[in-house]
Structure formats: structure tokens, C-alpha cells
């Protein structure tokens, strides 16, 4: 069974940093290329980043870039998301998906985490 | 980013059959066969309900549908039920610059 759990979010000062962790199991993680996506409250869906299979040059939303920095260790099976100079707009649920496909970076999602929330207040 | 376009919200009675639209480009929805529908319940994680294009997970309701027309594809839900009321987003293979192409949301309503 594929599983996807995220954890390391929690309350921050703007301008403060967070460093997000997914664990993932179930499938062969070092595959699969892996994303981040979140959701403001009340707000749609935003994708956040991509990491390819190979952490190879990681994608990023223009609202994150240069602020966020996406990783993966593939020993590990984890997925990591490191916050930097956070904002009130960040304040989110945070998740982390698969893709459906191996072989690229562009496939749809097929699986979803439950979510790590981050809450950016004064 | 590269946005899909849902519409915003769509309603109808329970039974009936509504439809959700997801319109794209040449370079998404128009070219490949990779779209997926999710459903997300309020404080859910997103669910997929259809992938490629027409396919259903194991354990979706059949009353779930996908299809695609040129630059759009579509989710139907027949048979409306209460427990249908959720957002629906759609997302799809993209060549271009940014990596995932993910529709704007709908709210689905039941009246």
C-alpha cells in the first residue's frame, strides 16, 4: 500500500524558516518523480514544487522561488521542503504527491499525503 | 503557473447528472491522455476519481465518468448524491515550462 505522511510543520514568525519532511513507502521512491502542493485556508489547490526522481534542478512555483528549496534522499525515502523567509502568505496545508508515472517530471498525481500544516503570524 | 480553467462552482439535485469542464492548451489537456480528476472533501486530502482521461480507481463509484474533447476534458458525476458536494480539480500532463498543469477547482454543490 502506498503511503505518503508528511510532518515538520507548526507555527512561525514571518521571516522565520521550517523545514517540511514526507516518509513515504509502499513503492520504489526513487522512481518517482514527487511534489509539493498546498492550500491556503478557504483557498484552491497551488502546486509548490517539483522534484524529479533524480533531484535533478527542482522546479518552483514563482510565489516560492528563491525562498523554498526542495530535496530528496533517496536512501531514505523521504521528501523535503525547506521554508525560508516565510511569509503570512504561506500560511497553508502543506502536502506531498506522487506522480502517476515514472520517466518524467509531468505526469498527473495519483497519490496524495494527509497534509502538515504551516501557520506564518506575527 | 500553468492553470487549467474549471469552472467556479457547478449545482443540481440529487439524481441528476452534472458536468465539469477543464479547458487547457495544446500543450496539456489537447495533447496527451494523462488527466486526472480528484475530489477533495472540506479538510481532506484530494481523492483521484479518474485518471487518463476515462478510468476509474478500484472502490470509485461508478457514477463517476471522464472524457476529453480537443482542448477540454470532463468529469461527470450521474446520480447526484449528497456526499457528491466537494471540490473537483483536474490536472494533466503539460509540456510546458512548469511541470503540473492543475485546473482551478470547482465546487460541487448539491441543491
Known amino acids: 500500500e502506498v503511503q505518503l505522511l508528511e510532518s515538520g510543520g507548526g507555527l512561525v514568525h514571518p521571516g522565520g524558516s521550517l523545514r517540511l519532511s514526507c516518509g513515504v513507502s509502499?513503492?520504489?521512491?526513487?522512481?518517482?518523480?514527487m511534489s509539493w502542493f498546498r492550500q491556503a485556508p478557504g483557498q484552491g489547490l497551488e502546486w509548490v514544487s517539483t522534484v524529479s526522481a533524480t533531484a535533478t534542478s527542482p522546479y518552483y512555483a514563482a510565489s516560492v522561488r528563491g525562498r523554498f528549496t526542495s530535496s530528496r534522499d533517496n536512501s531514505m525515502n523521504r521528501l523535503y521542503l525547506q521554508l525560508n523567509s516565510l511569509r503570512v502568505e504561506d500560511t497553508a496545508m502543506y502536502y506531498c504527491?506522487?506522480?502517476?508515472?515514472?520517466?518524467?517530471?509531468?505526469?498527473?498525481?495519483?497519490?496524495w499525503g494527509q497534509g502538515t500544516l504551516v501557520t506564518v503570524s506575527p | 503557473q500553468s492553470g487549467l480553467t474549471q469552472p467556479a462552482s457547478v449545482s443540481g439535485s440529487p439524481g441528476q447528472s452534472i458536468t465539469i469542464s477543464c479547458t487547457g492548451t495544446s500543450n496539456d489537456v489537447g495533447h496527451y491522455s494523462f488527466v486526472s480528476w480528484y475530489q477533495q472533501v472540506e479538510g481532506n486530502a484530494p481523492k483521484v476519481v479518474i485518471y487518463e482521461v476515462s478510468h476509474r480507481p478500484s472502490g470509485v463509484s461508478d457514477r463517476f465518468s471522464g472524457s476529453k474533447s480537443g482542448n477540454t476534458a470532463s468529469l461527470t458525476i450521474s446520480g447526484l448524491q449528497a456526499e457528491d458536494e466537494a471540490y473537483y480539480y483536474c490536472m494533466s500532463y503539460t509540456s510546458s515550462t512548469i511541470p503540473k498543469a492543475l485546473g482551478t477547482g470547482t465546487k460541487v454543490i448539491v441543491l
Open positions: 504527491a506522487r506522480d502517476c508515472r515514472t520517466g518524467s517530471s509531468r505526469y498527473p498525481i495519483d497519490y
Open positions: 509502499g513503492f520504489t521512491f526513487s522512481s518517482y518523480a
